[in-house]
């Protein structure tokens, strides 16, 4: 749960989807026992299945209200991103994690696991921190050319308080002979 945001930017995951930021909050994702770091290499066959999110916010006096949004910003190909911000994910918390607790919430937009048709691709976690109680919002009427940014705007979410993200490609297929 490293809140340095180096990776996030020669990740170019700070410049493509969000701004720069000061991580403020602890974002840890898990796919069964494997934790998510910055740039690592994950199967789109071990991520088919939500992960595990969990947020520790150690400067919580008050409670405090997330969403969380995995975009792809590389649909449907790196070289020519043409459907970018793929979004696989949008759940806006309904527990309000302090110190030590997992994050909860109904999904907006339920999980779609990694799917890259080509190249590698990022698959990108942004958590923000709701401004005051729930927020209300509904799905978008396409996964494909959403805007991390804007959205984050709209709902005067501010800033990021975390992210972190990995890189997938198409796996090989079984080869018949």
Same mark, same amino acid.
């Given at each position: 749960m490293a809140r340095s945001i180096d990776p996030l930017v020669v990740g170019r995951v700070v410049g493509d989807v969000i701004d720069m930021f000061v991580p403020s909050v602890d974002l840890a994702v898990k796919y069964t026992s494997r934790q998510v770091s910055n740039g690592c290499q994950m199967k789109p066959s071990a991520t088919a299945l939500a992960p595990n999110i969990e947020v520790v916010d150690h400067n919580a006096d008050n409670v405090n209200l997330f969403t969380l949004i995995m975009t792809d910003p590389d649909a449907p190909s790196p070289s020519e991103p043409s459907m970018k911000e793929w979004?696989?994910?949008?759940? *806006?918390?309904?527990?309000?994690?302090? =110190?030590? /607790?997992?994050?909860? @919430?109904?999904?907006?937009?339920?999980?779609?696991?990694?799917?890259?048709?080509?190249?590698?691709?990022?698959?990108?976690?942004?958590?923000?921190?709701?401004?005051?109680?729930?927020?209300?919002?509904?799905?978008?009427?396409?996964?494909?050319?959403?805007?991390?940014?804007?959205?984050?705007?709209?709902?005067?979410?501010?800033? *990021?308080?975390?992210?972190?993200?990995? =890189?997938? /490609?198409?796996?090989? @297929?079984?080869?018949?002979?």
């Open positions: 979004v696989h994910w949008y759940v *806006p918390s309904s527990l309000k994690p302090h =110190n030590d /607790q997992t994050a909860a @919430g109904k999904e907006i937009v339920p999980y779609m696991g990694p799917r890259p048709p080509i190249g590698i691709h990022r698959y990108i976690f942004v958590l923000f921190k709701q401004p005051c109680g729930p927020l209300i919002v509904c799905p978008p009427s396409t996964r494909n050319n959403f805007n991390t940014r804007n959205f984050a705007a709209e709902h005067g979410l501010g800033l *990021p308080v975390a992210a972190t993200y990995f =890189n997938a /490609q198409k796996e090989p @297929g079984n080869r018949r002979r």
